[in-house]
């Protein structure tokens, strides 16, 4: 089968962006939480917005903070920078498992992109690559969308304190595991699929009852894809 | 909003760059050893099983510690995705079985 070029439209943009709605109030209801958060730890609302628009990935702001203290030493520093590290490795793999398709954009395109990745784009982008979508704007629209919203997303949260003052009480907390979840149901093909993810949520499980923490992510995923590498047909 | 509220105190300011340049780093790194290496059949499967491994990895653990609650509704919401294919229903229900589990004080 040739291969289609890999384009990128406006149009695909804005339907990258769509797909992303359904996720907005978790991802609301979780910069909002960490807006709180910050204000509670006595971040001014520049130093909250710089950590929170620059960083951009949410689960390693909040162990970051978890690790702040103020005054900040450089001892404190370096643990933030590290957690930082640990909790976002799987980064390294989303981004790999991209490489298939947007290898073929030019990479002055791709790198600035790539800023911009997270669980939430890369899913979104490579489920509609399976469906056989070649406009990468799927991924760049999404991650703007995302971007857009988690930054906007955190200013009344550090306002307001709590503004949502229970987001477990609305179910928010469950919004973003659940949007997994449902993705996850499409991917399944058959047996390569059953072994891997029984390989990774064994060692995911594992990792986390002996070492806790983020680091489940990385060694299941791992895990998982030799497995389904190892797999022959 | 005072003026104290736009300052910045500098040894902060250079956590969130070191940070951000770290994060920066883990997401075009993967991209870019990838391209660096010969893609082989295997190494091709390895990478399409990626994305459900990563998922199975992030949500198992939420599930661990979300407890009995948050396991049922993510099978709500994996159940409701195989009969509709429709992502923002899944979630729907899911968040509404969640408080609905919550208000019930499970």
């Known amino acids: ?78 643990a933030m ?10 980064m390294l793999l989303i981004g790999a498992s991209l490489r298939p398709w947007l290898g073929k954009v030019p990479a002055y395109q791709t790198y600035p992109a790539l800023y911009l990745l997270t669980d939430l784009n890369w899913l979104l982008a490579l489920s509609e690559y399976g469906k056989g979508e070649r406009d990468w704007g799927i991924y760049l629209g999404s991650g703007v969308i995302v971007w857009t919203v988690w930054s906007l997303a955190v200013i ?15 179910g928010l907390d469950v919004v973003l595991p659940a949007f997994f979840a449902a993705l996850l149901v499409p991917l399944w093909k058959g047996k390569r699929q ?10 995911a499980a594992g990792t986390w009852y002996l070492v806790g923490g983020y680091w489940s992510i990385f060694t299941g995923a791992l895990a998982g894809a030799f497995a389904g590498a190892y797999l022959d047909d | 909003m005072t003026d104290a509220a736009f300052s910045a105190d500098r ?27 010969p893609i082989t059949p295997r190494m091709r499967r390895g990478l399409e099983a990626l994305p459900g491994a990563i998922i199975v990895s992030t949500v198992l653990p939420i599930v661990l510690q979300g407890g009995l609650a948050v396991g049922l509704c993510l099978i ?15 979630v729907f229900c899911a968040a509404a079985v969640a408080a609905g589990l919550r208000a019930t004080g499970l």
């Open chain 1, 1 to 78: 089968m040739p291969e289609q070029n890999v384009t990128v439209s406006l149009k695909g943009c804005l339907r990258g962006a769509m797909m992303c709605v359904p996720v907005f109030p978790g991802i609301i209801a979780l910069a909002a939480v960490f807006g709180t958060v910050a204000a509670q730890k006595g971040l001014t609302f520049l130093e909250t917005v710089m950590m929170n628009s620059l960083v951009f990935a949410g689960a390693s702001q909040f162990v970051a903070m978890e690790v702040y203290g103020d005054p900040l030493t450089l001892g404190t520093l370096v």
């Open chain 1, 81 to 90: 920078v590290g957690v930082t590290g640990a909790v976002n490795m799987r």
């Open chain 1, 156 to 170: 009344p949260g550090y306002f307001a304190g709590s503004l949502i003052s229970d987001p477990k009480a609305f």
């Open chain 1, 194 to 203: 059953t072994v891997s993810w029984l390989a990774a949520g064994i060692v």
């Open chain 2, 11 to 37: 040894l902060f300011v250079l956590a969130v760059l070191c940070m951000s340049v770290v994060t920066y780093a883990l997401r075009a790194g993967g991209y870019w050893v990838m391209g660096r290496l």
């Open chain 2, 76 to 90: 709500v919401a994996a159940a409701v995705q195989v009969r509709l294919r429709k992502e923002y229903i899944a």
